[in-house]
């Protein structure tokens, strides 16, 4: 991968003259956006007749506009297609199946219509239940854009420079063993003492809230044995457990269903977004009984779109392509296989620093190759260059550096040759 010789463009200003109602966010991730016409499974394609290869998105999880889907789509939005308070087969049914892939003592579902608002609802969830209002979040997580998702979150876009969290938030150290204090094998535990430590003189701890691998702050994997150590911390200090799976739910790490499983604990609480509608828009919080109880005891919980039947039969139908296809079979091969590629690869370019992740949901940290810092202009001109190649990732993390990798589940090792192919000859 050869080091650019010229500065980038500023790209950003330049988006600003021409799109000026394009959000900020949108400017920072995607620099001039693609004016895109269609998609089909891991494919998009442009107005001008150009076919990008998507390496990036994990939101159409099965596939752009897979056909059972948008046939189940199309069928239920010619027969009922508005919910306001009424019962019908596709919400009971959705709930039921959603449970179903959920270990106990998960037993009740809420729906809402974004990540967000899952996070929110799981925040304000877990305050009623303990009556305790603190929360304690980790370095460089992701939950969402509303008043309650931001506060617990600590990214980049969220903040504006100088306001931090809110004084009831405690932030901990991410357990990150490629940049962080720890490395080794323990790592999982010294990062669990650390927060035991932080939370030494604390109390009303209403929750702890975390993704498994921190998508949006840099593919980070938590270190091994981490959440084993920190769940029980929380509870003995009367918190609850909360598991945000927006990104690493529903088959996308390959060995596991949800990506807390990987780490050996259950939550009591799951925040569901993105892929469960594959693209459209769906969220939900899963809880336990309890939970819900003394949540219902406060609020009677209305949302105008979550549950929404149209919602509700793309959700069953994404649930029944991931079984009938066996992409989380499928997530977990191809991902083993991508890993190991990059891994070789990583022997011959100083500047990929680290690899990681599962399955389908993997992080290329670009770095410098002399002193090993993040190389955000570096991330940036791969990024410029992959798409010039018509391939699309990401770059995200602190400092932008790291090359995000999350195609939909029916990526094939074909494409991932492309890419590592791609990658190796820049
Ligand atoms: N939680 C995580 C881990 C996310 O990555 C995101 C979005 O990227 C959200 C929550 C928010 O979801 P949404 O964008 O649907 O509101």
New binding site residues.
């Given amino acids: 991968i050869g080091i650019p010789s010229m500065e980038l463009a500023d790209v950003t200003s330049d988006l600003q003259r021409r799109n000026r109602h394009i959000s900020p966010i949108l400017s920072v991730s995607y620099q001039r956006p693609i004016a895109m016409h269609a998609a089909a499974f891991q494919y998009m394609y442009d107005k001008v007749g150009n076919t990008f290869l998507d390496a990036y998105n994990n939101i159409p999880h099965v596939g752009h506009c897979h056909p059972l889907v948008v046939e189940a789509a199309q069928k239920q939005m010619e027969t009922l297609n508005t919910n306001t308070r009424y019962l019908y087969d596709q919400l009971a049914e959705y709930a039921e199946k959603l449970l179903e892939k959920c270990p106990k003592p998960l037993n009740k579902v809420f729906f809402v219509n ?4 899952a ?1 929110d609802l799981a925040v304000r969830m877990a305050k009623a239940h303990t009556q305790k209002d603190k929360m304690v979040v980790l370095e460089h997580g ?4 509303t008043e309650q ?1 931001i506060a617990v979150s600590d990214y980049k876009f969220n903040h504006p420079k100088g306001n931090g969290q809110p004084s009831n938030v405690i932030k901990v150290p991410l357990p990150d063993t490629y940049r962080g204090d720890f490395q080794d094998k323990k790592a999982g535990k010294k990062y669990a003492l650390a927060l035991q430590e932080a939370l030494r003189n604390q109390s009303n701890i209403a929750a702890f809230i975390a ?1 498994s691998i921190v ?2 702050g840099g593919q980070v994997p938590l270190a091994e044995g981490y959440l084993k150590e920190v769940y029980p911390i929380i509870r003995s200090k009367g918190g609850l457990c909360i598991a ?1 799976e ?2 690493t739910g529903f088959g996308r790490l390959g060995t596991h269903f949800w990506g807390f499983q990987t780490h050996g604990v259950v939550p009591d609480i799951l ?1 569901l ?2 892929p469960m509608g594959n693209g459209h828009p769906i ?1 939900a919080v899963v809880c336990t009984d309890a939970v819900a109880e003394s949540f219902e005891k406060g609020v009677e919980f209305f949302s105008s779109f979550g549950g929404n039947p149209v919602s509700c039969a793309v959700g069953l139908a994404v649930l029944e392509v991931i079984a009938k296809e066996g992409l989380q079979e499928n997530a977990q091969a191809v991902g083993t296989y991508y890993l190991e590629q990059l891994r070789h690869l990583q022997q011959k370019h100083p500047v990929i620093g680290d690899v990681r992740g599962s399955g389908l949901f993997l992080g290329i940290d670009i770095v410098h190759p002399n002193t090993k810092n993040t190389y955000n202009h570096l991330a940036q001109y791969i990024k410029n260059e992959f798409r010039k190649r018509h391939i699309l990732i990401s770059t995200d993390g602190p400092d932008d550096s790291v090359i995000k990798t999350k195609p939909p589940l029916c990526f094939t090792k074909g494409n991932v040759d492309h890419v590592i192919t791609s990658l190796d000859n820049l």
């Fill in positions: 974004s990540g967000s608002a996070s992701y939950h969402g854009n998702s993704e998508g949006c945000d927006v990104q925040i977004g993105k969220g």
